[in-house]
């Protein structure tokens, strides 16, 4: 029964397609922009797919700043070099570049650029958050990878350097004015990365489908990025150069993302604590935890499940609900195997001695709290036992 109020908001607007960075001066125009500050990290400035998005300011004799100190993990320092850079360039428009980090890293510096004060004032986990009510800067996002999806979505995961631990700043105010997936730029990222990247944005659309909340927009997404990460992951993995592959892929990455508004799962609390404790790359921690979750999921969310059997190209009309659930958790599993994931957590260094630290992590990190089927901390301990 449908007893109350909900809010439906996807206010980003997407400019897709190969090519889509000739667009961007457009864009900018729209916003009422004149000067970006780049945000990105040291490796992407030497990237072609960088250089790529600087010719297109240079031709259309866009002034520009770039700032490239964000660190894999973006802390506060990043964030605060990158306000001073903004105001010492007079810029009036963020502009993030880059995978997860820079974009959260972009984020944030909106906040700081908008509001003032420090990055723990925002702290969205402290008792008494200071309120973000903008205006703030104009945020534009152009994704080099295909997984996070942080380009559409309210959150920023910043790093506290005083306190060594992650602050979460959230707000719809921060979600960005445009995002704009150029495929293009995402055909030099090797096969490893794409794999772990691209199992990212599927672990997104499952764990969001079987969140029990009630979002019917978001479950339609989810499984629309569910399909496309089946077909196309694959394909991108094993062809780089594969522009529709790599299109498809930005777009389940992006669905992904706008439909965890809803939520996420066990997948993403025990890959957080894989990354925290062991530096697990996340999306590799999310493909190799992501069969397990759902083996211990597949009872409470059968139909889900069935679906995304279907999506495989299972005849799912041929067996019950309970067989075609069974089948999915299978599937994930192949897909893993094919695109060079290993099966187990003990082939990418994880110890037994490490699990007991691992699940008291995963145990607080709060993405659990909305898995398909509620789990204690012993499940986290036996899913992590199972996943060694
Ligand atoms: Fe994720």
Same mark, same amino acid.
């Given at each position: 029964m449908i007893t109350q109020i909900t809010r439906f908001s996807f206010p980003t607007q997407i400019v897709f397609g190969p090519g889509s960075i000739k667009e961007l001066p457009q864009e900018f125009a729209a916003l009422g922009a004149s000067k970006p500050l780049i945000v990105t990290d040291s490796a992407m400035v030497k990237t072609a797919a960088f250089a790529?998005?600087?010719?297109?300011?240079?031709?259309?004799?866009?002034?520009?700043?770039?700032?490239?100190?964000?660190? !894999?993990? +973006?802390?506060?320092?990043d964030v605060e070099?990158? %306000?001073?850079?903004?105001?010492? @360039? =007079?810029?009036?428009?963020? *502009?993030?570049?880059?995978?997860?980090?820079?974009?959260?890293?972009?984020?944030a510096l909106?906040?700081?650029?908008?509001?003032?004060?420090?990055?723990?004032?925002?702290?969205?986990?402290?008792?008494? !958050?200071? +309120?973000?009510?903008?205006?703030?800067?104009?945020? %534009?996002?152009?994704?080099?990878? @295909? =997984?996070?999806?942080?380009? *559409?979505?309210?959150?920023?995961?910043?790093?506290?350097?005083?306190?060594?631990?992650?602050?979460?700043?959230?707000?719809?105010?921060?979600?960005?004015?445009?995002a704009v997936l150029d495929p293009e730029l995402t055909v030099s990222l090797p096969p490893h990365l794409t794999a772990a990247t691209g199992m990212d944005a599927l672990?997104?659309?499952?764990?969001?489908?079987?969140?029990?909340?009630?979002?019917?927009?978001?479950?339609?997404?989810?499984?629309?990025?569910?399909?496309?990460?089946?077909?196309?992951?694959?394909?991108?993995?094993?062809?780089?150069?594969?522009?529709?592959?790599?299109?498809?892929?930005m777009l389940s990455a992006m669905m992904g993302a706008v439909a965890f508004q809803k939520d996420l799962g066990a997948a993403h609390s025990l890959s957080h604590a894989l990354s925290a404790v062991c530096g697990l790359q996340h999306g590799l921690a999310n493909a190799i935890v992501l069969p397990f979750v759902m083996d211990f999921n597949k009872t409470v969310c059968a139909k889900e499940y069935a679906l995304i059997a279907r999506e495989f190209g299972v005849p799912i009309h041929t067996m019950n609900e309970a067989e075609a659930a069974e089948?999915?958790?299978?599937?994930?599993?192949?897909?893993?195997?094919?695109?060079?994931?290993?099966?187990?957590?003990?082939?990418?260094?994880v110890t037994a001695q490490q699990l007991a630290e691992i699940s008291s992590k995963a145990f607080r990190d709060p993405c659990h709290l909305t898995n398909a089927r509620s789990c204690t901390h012993e499940d986290l301990e036996g899913l992590l036992k199972q996943a060694l």
């Open positions: 790529s998005i600087l010719q297109v300011l240079e031709n259309n004799d866009i002034p520009y700043e770039v700032f490239s100190g964000v660190q !894999p993990n +973006p802390h506060d320092i070099q990158g %306000v001073a850079s903004y105001a010492a @360039a =007079g810029c009036d428009l963020i *502009v993030g570049v880059g995978g997860g980090s820079p974009m959260d890293a972009a984020k909106a906040v700081l650029v908008g509001q003032g004060g420090a990055i723990e004032d925002y702290d969205a986990q402290s008792a008494s !958050p200071e +309120p973000i009510t903008g205006p703030l800067p104009p945020i %534009v996002m152009i994704p080099t990878t @295909a =997984g996070t999806g942080s380009e *559409v979505g309210k959150c920023a995961v910043i790093t506290s350097t005083a306190q060594g631990r992650k602050i979460f700043i959230c707000n719809p105010l921060m979600m960005p004015s445009r672990t997104h659309n499952i764990e969001s489908l079987t969140a029990p909340l009630f979002h019917p927009m978001c479950d339609a997404v989810a499984m629309k990025g569910i399909e496309l990460a089946v077909n196309y992951l694959s394909r991108a993995v094993e062809h780089p150069e594969d522009i529709e592959a790599r299109g498809y892929m089948a999915a958790v299978a599937k994930i599993r192949e897909l893993n195997a094919k695109i060079g994931i290993p099966a187990a957590l003990g082939a990418v260094g």
